[in-house]
């Protein structure tokens, strides 16, 4: 069965709730998904295997929180190349760090990436909003499918 990774940044939780969101679309469009802190990444083994991925970190100070960028350094080494890519985070006004995951896995990695990033700026992360969250993985999960 496909099967994705979703590993995620979040120093007050908002970004790890974001996560939750997207693992359930992923679920519920029928593909397998592990759930995991960036802390419980101790190397690139951990990554191995999937079919499709989603890193998320909230911003913080225009960046990425450190044990993300550490994890993209394993995550080179993962052989994720051509597999399905996603990133994700929640933000408060600038939100840089979906973004330059999103690019990293693009251009570093040579994925095979959903759209855009998704960024969802807190406070104010109602169910309304956390649609977009859900949906994000449906299409994860659609593009890991279709690539079969
Ligand atoms: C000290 C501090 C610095 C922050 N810097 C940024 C920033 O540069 N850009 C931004 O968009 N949000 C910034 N934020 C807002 C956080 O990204 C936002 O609160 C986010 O929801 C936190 O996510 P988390 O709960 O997953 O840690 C900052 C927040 C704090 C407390």
């Known amino acids: 069965m496909a099967k994705a990774l979703i ?6 939780g908002t970004t790890k709730r974001i996560a939750g969101v997207i693992a359930e679309g992923i679920r519920d469009a029928g593909v397998e998904v ?7 990444v101790a190397n690139e083994s951990k990554l191995q295997g999937y079919d499709g991925y989603a890193f998320g970190s909230a911003t913080y100070h ?15 080494k993962a052989q994720v190349e051509g597999k399905i890519g996603g990133a994700f985070g929640a933000y408060g006004w600038s939100g840089e760090a979906p973004e330059r995951i999103y690019d990293t896995m693009k251009n570093i990695f040579s994925m095979d990436m959903v759209g855009t990033s998704l960024k969802l ?3 104010g992360l109602t169910p309304v909003v956390l649609k977009a969250a859900h949906d994000y993985g449906t299409e994860i999960a659609r593009r890991i499918t279709a690539k079969g």
Not at 7 to 12: D, G, K, N, Q
Not at 62 to 76: D, I, N, W
Request: overall charge negative.
């Open 121 to 123: 700026k807190s406070p």
């Open 7 to 12: 590993v995620y940044a979040s120093r007050t």
């Open 34 to 40: 592990d759930l995991v802190d960036v802390k419980d």
């Open 62 to 76: 225009g960046e990425m929180m450190q044990p993300m960028k550490t994890m993209l350094f394993l995550a080179e």
